[in-house]
């Protein structure tokens, strides 16, 4: 499987302001995800970022909160913008290879104060 | 949209015995269905999947069935080990794009 290198892997940081996470991979892919899992709960997809295009978000989830980045096939970023202590949670990048199949990054554990 | 729903929320078993966890989704084009691990603190693990052209995946201790009729699936841990305590999920994939979690059972594994 592809090897997913995210960044910050931690982080604490003010309210009103913003994050960017970072997810290399260390192979070309399609379609990179990003997910929220708030503590104790289970992932929720907050967009799907594919190259060259713009991020298709859920529902719940907007660009002007969640800009996401994708400039070429091995890259992509989240920014948490204008935070409050309700985005305190852990965000995980993931890439697909094959059919569906999913693997996860070490995730970002976002703490605002 | 998918929805998937995952019983028990909190499972706890005696080293040795057999762990079963229970997944029911609702959309019918799901067709792909897998299974993370994620222990404290960690990434979540993909541990084994099944495809909807097949009923029962095995892979050494670990078990995976599936009903496409009644729209339900299981995860079987047989000889259970303390390295088996995790937080176990269960995930339904209507699409390529797409991958919808059920909420997780946490295993216990009592020695």
């Known amino acids: 499987s592809a090897v997913i290198s995210q960044k910050p892997s931690r982080d604490i940081c003010q309210r009103g302001t913003s994050l960017t996470i970072q997810c290399q991979v260390d192979?070309?892919?399609?379609?990179m995800f990003w997910y929220r899992q708030q503590p104790g709960q289970s992932l929720t997809l907050i967009a799907t970022?594919?190259?060259?295009?713009?991020?298709?978000?859920e529902s719940g989830f907007v660009i002007d909160k969640f800009p996401i980045s994708r400039p070429n096939l091995t890259f992509s970023t989240l920014t948490v913008s204008n935070m409050s202590p309700e985005d305190s949670s852990i965000y995980l990048c993931?890439?697909?290879?094959?059919?569906?199949?999913?693997?996860f990054g070490a995730g970002t554990r976002l703490s605002v104060l | 949209g998918e929805n998937v729903e995952q019983h028990p929320s909190t499972l706890s078993v005696q080293e040795g015995d057999s762990a079963v966890i229970k997944c029911t989704y609702s959309?019918?084009?799901?067709?792909?269905f897998p299974w993370y691990k994620q222990e404290l603190g960690k990434r979540p693990q993909l541990i084994i999947d099944?495809?909807?052209?097949?009923g029962e995946k095995k892979d050494q201790r670990i078990a995976v069935t599936l009903n496409k009729t009644a729209k339900h699936f299981s995860l079987h841990i047989t000889e259970t080990q303390p390295e088996d305590s995790a937080v176990y999920f269960c995930?339904?994939?209507?699409?390529?794009?797409?991958?919808?979690f059920g909420s997780g059972t946490r295993l216990s594994i009592r020695p």
């Open positions: 993931s890439t697909s290879e094959g059919e569906n199949i999913q693997y």
């Open positions: 192979s070309q892919v399609t379609m």
């Open positions: 970022a594919n190259q060259g295009s713009e991020a298709t978000y």
């Open positions: 959309d019918s084009a799901s067709n792909y």
């Open positions: 099944i495809r909807s052209n097949v």
């Open positions: 995930a339904a994939s209507p699409s390529a794009s797409k991958i919808i």
